[in-house]
């Protein structure tokens, strides 16, 4: 994680590419733990044979949601943490998209802009960051994303 900058700081990095993460591997197991978890067993995650014989993709591939859930992990590698926070919550999207499938077995990363930061009184600061994650050699972004995160100061 990166070092802790202030609220001021942050501010002044409107408009900039914060960071990209590390890259992440989206391998089989890892598909079909998340498809236990939300009882998402479609074919074209966890059917290999299957995918590759019915599917227009060629094989698996991984949910838009395991992607998705990725981003936590990947902002914890460039996301600054903030001087003086009691929390920062995910606070939501304003815009998600899923524009290519990621083939199972691909690696991934998230790139952060910050595009807003709105001080919402109270000590809460609300965060947007344009997000794309990116999966190796595929020419086009897997994810797109508008990712609001609130931050309380103590």
């Known amino acids: 994680m990166p070092p802790a900058i202030t609220i001021a700081d942050l501010a002044r990095r409107k408009g900039a590419e914060i960071g990209v993460s590390r890259w992440f591997l989206l391998d089989q197991p890892t598909v079909n733990a998340f498809a236990d978890l939300t009882e998402d067993h479609q074919f074209i995650h966890v059917d290999p044979a299957r995918a590759a014989?019915?599917?227009?993709?060629?094989?698996?591939?991984?949910?838009?949601?395991?992607t998705l859930s990725m981003l936590t992990a990947m902002s914890l590698d460039i996301l600054p943490g903030i001087e003086g926070a009691a929390v920062s919550i995910n606070y939501g999207f304003d815009r998600?998209?899923?524009?290519?499938?990621?083939?199972?077995?691909?690696?991934v990363r998230g790139r952060f802009t910050l595009t807003d930061l709105v001080d919402k009184g109270r000590n809460q600061h609300l965060a947007t960051y344009a997000v794309s994650v990116e999966a190796e050699g595929l020419a086009r972004p897997a994810l797109a994303a508008d990712w609001l995160i609130l931050t309380v100061l103590k």
């Not at 014989?53 to 395991?66: K, N, R, V, W, Y």
């Not at 998600?96 to 690696?107: K, Q, Y």
């Open 96 to 107: 998600i998209r899923f524009l290519t499938p990621v083939p199972v077995g691909s690696r």
């Open 53 to 66: 014989a019915d599917s227009p993709f060629g094989g698996t591939i991984a949910h838009g949601f395991l």
